[in-house]
């Protein structure tokens, strides 16, 4: 039958759950821990730090399995949990880079994603299964609150205008439900645009003028949002049909597409 312990502070319970996971280390060293990220195993995190530190919690040989990544995020990206995990816990012990297991989040959508939870699926049940698994329930097991951040627009030396965090602008709301309702901000730069070096405009689109829709590089043109930043689908319609009587233009030299 399980066994609920209430303790007065989260301080309280970070003492006791470290205290507790560094005994069993020292028992059964190959351990297999799931983790969680989240504000509420922070301060477990610091306090199995602070006993590691003190040489009173050795997990050399112990194995983790963090519970989920953001997909489309690479674990190098300091957004994603694994740079999190990084932060509050692997950086400041001595668990093995090998044993610790994460799901790859750079993948695409689609069967991409099923074989890599299946993959990971595999790796638990080859690790023996977790034994002991670290969660942040909250009162009821659902959402309590939204943990937020301040962001404001900076502009770089490019010129161009990016969305920052403010530094320790963190805050809680209250919240039984989330809805997320979020706008475009614009192309994804990251990958081909990116490795293209295309030219960009100031708001970080793709630059392009409606006469030609060239690029800043030979035989690339540009439309759409891509080129407008977010927009309507008539601007779509629009740039489309312009575009592509450009390109039939810079082809055979002339064109009888509509404009
Ligand atoms: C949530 C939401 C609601 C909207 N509501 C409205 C609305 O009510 N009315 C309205 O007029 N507009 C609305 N819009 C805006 C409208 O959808 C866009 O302005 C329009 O779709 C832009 O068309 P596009 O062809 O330029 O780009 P997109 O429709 O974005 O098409 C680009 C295509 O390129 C593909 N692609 C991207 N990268 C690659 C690659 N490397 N290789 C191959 N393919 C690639 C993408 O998968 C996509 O299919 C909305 C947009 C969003 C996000």
Not at 141 to 155: N, S, T, Y
Request: positive net charge; contains cysteine.
């Amino acid at each position: 039958m399980a066994r609920i312990r209430i303790f007065e502070t989260p301080a309280a319970l970070a003492h006791v759950l470290a205290g507790h996971l560094a005994r069993t280390l020292t028992v059964h060293p190959a351990l297999v821990l799931g983790l969680a990220t989240g504000r509420t195993p922070i301060p477990l995190y610091r306090e199995l730090a602070r006993l590691h530190a003190a040489g009173r919690a050795d997990f050399s040989r112990a194995t983790t399995f963090n519970l989920d990544e953001f997909l489309g995020v690479g674990a190098q990206d300091p957004r994603s949990y694994r740079a999190f995990m990084q932060k509050h816990l692997f950086g400041h012990i001595n668990l093995a880079p090998r044993r610790i297991h994460f799901l790859n989040g750079a993948v695409h959508a689609g069967r991409e994603v099923q074989r890599e939870c299946d993959r990971y699926e595999r790796a638990i049940e080859r690790a023996g299964g977790i034994d002991v698994q670290i969660l942040g329930l909250g009162t009821n097991g659902h959402i309590e609150a939204l943990e937020c951040v301040r962001v404001e627009w900076l502009q770089g030396a490019d010129g161009r205008w990016t969305m920052q965090e403010m530094p320790d602008s963190a805050f809680e709301l209250k919240a039984d439900l989330v809805l997320l309702a979020m706008g475009f901000l614009g192309p994804v730069r990251a990958g081909m645009v990116a490795q293209s070096g295309v030219t960009l405009d100031p708001r970080g689109n793709v630059a392009a003028n409606t006469l030609d829709y060239q690029t800043s590089l030979p035989k690339v043109f540009a439309a759409g949002d891509m080129r407008r930043g977010q927009s309507l689908v008539v601007w779509a319609i629009r740039e489309g049909r312009q575009c592509a009587r450009a390109i039939d233009q810079f082809l055979m030299g002339s064109s009888k597409l509509p404009r």
